[in-house]
């Protein structure tokens, strides 16, 4: 074999190796991404059933089971097909900000919150009926690039 040959074949086999490594590192970091965070738990209170009139609440628990360390509550991230039936009237805690995420069709609202081991905190959000019909979607809790998913589901009536 020739020593142009052995040197080819030498690149070809490290950037073989660099592509395979390469791809091994998009999965693991993509079953990372995909996994919920540990150590959370999620609950969602609000009325199943409300009139065109009826002001109401819609309540996030999150609490940290975690032992040893904070949960840092990036966001809460709500679905644009449950929120299309309402108008926000504000958020408790008050939201730092809020921004529409199209890749996967949620309103974002930002609380940059760290919940110590084995605390819980409460977030709020005041609706306001817009249309009659049946809305549901995801509730995600957002921690850096990971999120839990609980289901809200609420029915408006016309007066």
């Known amino acids: 074999m020739q020593k142009s040959t052995k040197v080819v074949l030498i690149v070809l086999g490290g950037a073989g190796l660099l592509f395979v490594g390469a791809l091994g590192a998009c999965v693991v970091g993509i079953a990372y991404i995909a996994s919920d965070p540990p150590g959370v738990q999620v609950e969602v209170d609000g009325p199943s059933f409300v009139t065109m009139d009826e002001e109401f609440e819609l ?19 709500l679905a644009d097909v449950y929120l299309d039936g309402f108008m926000l009237l504000n958020t408790i805690p008050r939201a730092r900000s ?16 760290s919940l110590p081991p084995g605390q819980s905190a409460q977030f709020t959000f005041r ?9 549901r979607g995801d509730i995600d809790v957002v921690e850096g690039m990971r999120f839990t998913s609980v289901l809200a589901q609420t029915a408006v009536q016309d007066d």
């Open 127 to 135: 609706l306001k009926p817009v249309k009659a019909g049946i809305y």
């Open 98 to 113: 809020s921004e529409h995420i199209p890749i996967d069709n949620t309103r974002s609202f930002a609380f940059n919150r």
């Open 59 to 77: 309540t996030v628990t999150v609490e940290n089971q975690r032992e040893d360390e904070p949960f840092e509550l990036s966001s809460i991230d």
